[in-house]
């Protein structure tokens, strides 16, 4: 298995949609969660960080945590065209220093 | 504030070459982050540093690459001998407090070994 698994895509919404983007991760230990947007041939933008179980809400976006079924999710709502994006889950591993695992993101597109 | 900078934004060199990517965090971040970003391989650490030292390079792929972080402002990653290979897009992190903390992205050097 995968420490970070995200389905690949692409994700097609309609504008103004909610845009759902799952994660799974393997460390049962791991306690910091990101969530991160890659336009094309830019750098990563943190988009959200999750700690505790439950949901965390901030603007249009909404990170929520699942540790027991160790599931990550952002919620995009009133999807914009400038959402268009990929999509990164980071995970920090419990080993190793606690560095940070990247799934290889979840391309979305939202259509006007 | 300036983010995390790098140099530079685009290096085009023959196999064999060497090749030494720049970066400075952000001004009172403790830690430093270098990554390499592939399509196959997607976004990988190859070292961290805190406060000027490195304290994990199990990413490193090889004994071609090595870093180094003389000062709190200034890091760089080093490729000797050069592989096509190498070809990616490498990117400088810093966070605040540590590798569980939110981290902040340079624009990154998209590197071409010919």
């Known amino acids: 298995q995968k420490e970070v698994e995200q389905n690949s895509g692409p994700l097609s919404v309609p504008e103004g949609a909610i845009a759902s983007l799952n994660c799974t991760y393997s460390?049962?230990?791991?306690?910091?969660f990101f969530w991160y947007r890659q336009y094309s041939g830019k750098s990563p933008e943190l988009i959200m960080f999750?700690?505790?179980?439950g949901d965390k809400e901030d603007g249009r976006f909404t990170a929520q945590l699942n540790k027991a079924s160790q599931y990550v999710s952002l919620l995009i709502r009133d999807s914009q065209p400038s959402d268009s994006a990929t999509y990164l889950c980071a995970v920090n591993r419990m080993r190793s220093q606690g560095n940070l695992i990247f799934g290889k993101g979840t391309k979305l597109s939202v259509k006007p | 504030d300036a983010g995390v900078i790098q140099s530079p934004r685009h290096e085009v060199t023959e196999m064999g070459q060497e090749v030494t990517l720049r970066c400075k965090p952000i001004s009172g971040h403790d830690y430093l982050f270098w990554y390499r970003q592939t399509m196959m391989r997607g976004l990988e650490l190859l070292i961290y540093f805190n406060n000027n030292v490195p304290i994990d390079d199990s990413g490193m792929p090889e004994d071609r690459f090595s870093a180094k972080m003389p000062n709190a402002s200034f890091s760089t990653l080093k490729i000797q001998p050069s592989e096509p290979r190498d070809s990616a897009v490498y990117f400088c992190?810093?966070?605040?407090?540590?590798?569980?903390?939110?981290?902040?992205f340079g624009d990154g050097t998209r590197l071409s070994i010919l």
């Open positions: 999750i700690y505790s179980n």
């Open positions: 460390d049962r230990g791991s306690q910091s």
């Open positions: 992190a810093s966070s605040l407090t540590g590798p569980k903390q939110p981290q902040h």
